[in-house]
């Protein structure tokens, strides 16, 4: 599986439906190919970054869609949990 990121932006009414949005995409990602992981929201930018597994973005494009959650890009990244520190890629 491969790491994804979506990253959105949620403008006035967006933001207040971000529980919604939440539920929805995991809703989605129990029927679809993308594991949904869990969300930062950060809400001075009104941005939120969600985090996927994956076989392809394709995949995660998917579950995004049946969510009816709308995003600005979707890359592949990398997870570097605190504790896994001393293993980050150069």
Do not use: H
């Amino acid at each position: 599986m491969t790491a994804f990121l979506v990253e959105r932006y949620l403008s006035g009414s967006g933001a207040d439906d971000l529980a919604g949005l939440i539920a929805r995409l995991r809703t989605e990602s129990r029927l679809g190919s993308a594991i949904y992981l869990g969300s930062i929201y950060v809400p001075v930018d009104e941005a939120c970054l969600c985090r996927f597994e994956a076989v392809d973005a394709e995949s995660v494009a998917v579950v995004n869609d049946r969510a009816r959650a709308r995003y600005s890009r979707l890359v592949e990244c990398q997870w570097l949990p605190a504790d896994k520190a001393s293993e980050a890629p150069e």
